[in-house]
């Protein structure tokens, strides 16, 4: 019914939207030059942000402009595992031979991403999702597994995605090592103010519509109640284009807006 009621193709800012055609709001464009940099310098990355702005798109978009001639990406989303499951999970993500012993999952990752260096000329990307989750002893035993050449070389790229109090936790005094090996931090902010509308009219012109129903003050309420944050400017637009289609709006004002907060 929302769909028809506003000539959509479909339903408007989907999570599943394919990553060429998001948008690509300033902090978006400085995200993917500093994974363009780190590509190349490989190491550690550690991305931040409030849930929401968009860090596990971010890096779907940058997986997927990566040459797979070059590169292989390994992605890691469980988060909340004991030592030896984290070993295990990342062995396995390299395809090394299952083990029970630490110690021989650790020369099977080392081997594997030699190998994968060295033999197969491919540079391993490893991404860590949610990364807030993981164990302290885990960046402990993170930095010993990429300890390569007695820590000569960084042989590939880390990425830590998480939550701004990710930062806080590794700048403590237990994870300071750990925290001094990160070659570049990046923390993803919200849309700006003057960014909400073109974001809402590109995900409405995805979907077939031509001119926005959102009025300026809809779009300022919006930017007020959401601060920025993609995923909330996204919700509530879709809120409000409900309540708007059930009151039988063909504009859609700030008082529509108000009304669709209550919905969140």
């Known amino acids: 019914m929302l769909e028809a009621y506003w000539g959509l193709t479909g339903r408007p800012f989907e999570k599943s939207i394919k990553t060429e055609q998001l948008y690509f709001s300033n902090t978006l464009k400085e995200l993917n030059s500093r994974l ?10 550690l991305i ?6 968009g860090k ?5 978009a940058f997986v997927n402009s990566l040459s797979e001639l070059s590169y292989k990406t390994f992605y890691v989303p469980l988060a909340t595992v004991n030592v030896l499951d984290f070993y295990r999970q990342i062995n396995t993500q390299l ?11 650790y020369y099977s990752i080392q081997e ?37 050449n007695m820590d000569a070389i960084d042989p590939a790229m880390i990425v830590l995605a998480g939550q701004p109090h990710l930062t806080d936790r590794l700048m403590r005094p ?28 590109h ?41 708007g289609m059930l009151e039988n709006k063909n504009e859609l004002t700030e008082e529509q807006v108000f009304q669709a907060v209550q919905e969140l």
Not at 56 to 60: D, F, G, H, I, V
Not at 96 to 104: A, H, R
Not at 122 to 141: M, R, V
Not at 219 to 236: E, F, Q
């Open 36 to 45: 363009d940099y780190m590509k190349q310098k490989r190491g550690i990355m």
């Open 48 to 53: 931040s942000g409030q849930p929401g702005t």
């Open 56 to 60: 596990t798109t971010a890096l779907r």
């Open 95 to 105: 395809g090394g031979e299952s083990s029970f012993y630490k110690s021989q999952l």
């Open 112 to 148: 594997r991403v030699r190998d994968m260096v060295t033999n197969q000329k491919k540079i391993p990307i490893i991404i860590f999702d949610e990364a807030h989750l993981l164990k302290n002893e885990n960046f402990t035993e993170l930095q010993l597994l990429l300890n390569f």
């Open 174 to 201: 237990f994870l300071k090592s750990f925290y001094q090996r990160i070659n570049l931090k990046y923390i993803l902010q919200p849309l700006e103010q003057t960014e909400i509308k073109p974001f809402i009219e």
């Open 203 to 243: 995900h409405l012109k995805l979907k077939g519509c031509a001119k926005s129903p959102f009025t300026d003050t809809a779009i300022t309420a919006i930017y007020k109640n959401t601060t920025g944050v993609p995923r909330l400017v996204g919700a509530l637009a879709l809120n409000t284009m409900t309540l």
